[in-house]
Each structure stands twice: as structure tokens, then as C-alpha cells.
């Protein structure tokens, strides 16, 4: 009897743990991601620089999601994802908010780069009579893009310093033409970013005429990464699976030796240009507050007419 009764209570026992001991391994394993391939479009080496190391470390296979990645134009990385290029695209926010407010169903994935100190800013050259932003009643002022963060930022910081804004004339000039037509006084200034800064300063003598990392563009949000809002409704494990490593990295992005040292593998900048160019922040989550301040400038500015609520662009678990 005794025997009997201490057989019955070791079976209540492991009743009572789940009966794991006998093989139920599937009842709280985590469920497959829905898929292991993500295509993502990048641009920037700086702002991507965190993602691409991630993917050259082996960090998204550790976690069991190969990522491809696709370098595209600034111009070509949203119209691909809507085509289904790209599975995930790396963007301005300037360029995903207008986006956003024309209609498009997107949502963000994680944010790349957020600005610093002198690591945008509006140059002239050494012999420029365009000494201080309101020298010039209508200066004419270089942007790689008439429509995204160039002109938003320049706009801000000449009208921060005392110029009339509706008198800047923006020009669309690629950044790697931006010193020739400093050169040939076909603008007064150009909005640049690194590594273009330091290689201007370092090749022509230039000078920065404002630092885009002032008034309302102080430690500004800069760029990000988008997937389309269907492709979030039918992945949604990918895509979080996604953001987490894409975190993990942002995080080690913190060390900017860890960048320095990364850049000349992946792109153009030679390592004494990756020693001297300044360094912005690596955002580790999304935060709607933060982003929020670019939408409100767009709006501000009159380059959206209505606000736009960028919490509504976000994963629900991400604020």
C-alpha cells in the first residue's frame, strides 16, 4: 500500500510539471519565423554602417535570418520596396514621411542614424565672400535632393540664423559634384554630409559656413528602415527578429572606433578619411517622440500639409 501510494504522488508530481519529462518539447518552443530571407536595401555607408557589420559578422545567421543586402539610390529605395524589390529599404525619414503622408502603407523597422556635431553642415570654400549665413539676400545652396533632409535642413538652419528662407534658391547637386560648382561660383554653399565634409576640408581648404546640427535639427533623426504594411501583417516574426539584432548592432555602433575601424571594408572611405570625419549617434529602438520632430518640421515647413502621426508607422510593441 505504502508502495502504491508513493507511485500514485510521483505521477501527480510530474502531472503537475507539464509531463515535460516525458517529451511534450513542442507545446512552448517558439514558432518559425515566417521567413529566412530578407532582402534590404541599403545606401550611406555611415548611417548603414552598424547593419552592415552585422551582416558581415554573421549576427542576423546567428539568429537564424539571412540578410541580403541590395545597395540602391536614395532615389530608387521606396519605389523598390513597393515593387517588392526589397523586402526591408534603408531611407531618409524625410523621404519615408512624405511617403507616409501620400498615402503609402508603410512601417518602420528600425532607425539607422541620428545626426551630430559638424556631421552635416553648409559649406563654402576658403575665398568665399559667403562669410556668414546672412550675407547673402538669396543664396543659392547646393542639396543632393530638392525634396528630402538637404533642403528640409538647410532652410532650418538659414532661417534659425536670421535668413529669409523664401529667398534661398536650392540647387540639386550630387554630393560628389557639390565642389565643382563651389568652384565655379555656380552655388554659394553647398549642405553636406560626411565623409564629403572632411574630404572638401581636407582637398579644397573648406570651410563650414553652419553646422546642421543646431536649433531645430540638434542630434536629428536622419534616416531609417521601412518595410511595406502588408509585408509587416504577414512577417511579423521576421521583422522582429530583425529589429532585435539590427539593435543589438546599433548598440555596438556606440564604440565609434567600432565604425572607424569598419568603414574602408565596405566602402570608399579610406581609413585616414574614417579617422577625421565626425560621427553622429546609432538609435538602439524606435522612438516615436524622437521621430515625431522630423514630421513636425515637414508640417511646420509646409512640405506636408497635415500632420502626420509617426506613431502610427510603428511595430505595436515599439513606442
Known sequence: MIMRRMALSLVAVLATAGCGVFGSTGTNSPAPLERTTLRVGVGSAIDTAPLRIAVADGKFGQAGLHVELVDVGADDAL???????????????????????????????????TSGPTTMALVTLPDSDYTVPTAKKSPKIAVNMLDDVGALIAKSVLGTAGADVAKVQLKQIPFDQMPQALQAGNVDAAWMVEPYITRAEKELGAHILADGDRGATLAFPMSAYASSGIFAQTNPRTLATFRKVLGQAQADASDPAHVREALPRFSTIDPTTAALISLGSYPVALNGIRLQRVADLLHNSGALANRLDVQALLPRQDG
Not at 89 to 94: L, M, R, T
Not at 102 to 113: C, K, N, R, T, V
Open 79 to 113: 519605389p523598390k520596396l513597393s515593387s517588392g524589390e526589397l523586402d526591408v529599404a534603408f531611407a531618409s525619414d524625410v523621404s519615408v514621411f512624405r511617403a507616409a503622408a501620400g498615402g503609402a502603407s508603410l512601417q518602420l523597422q528600425g532607425e539607422a542614424y
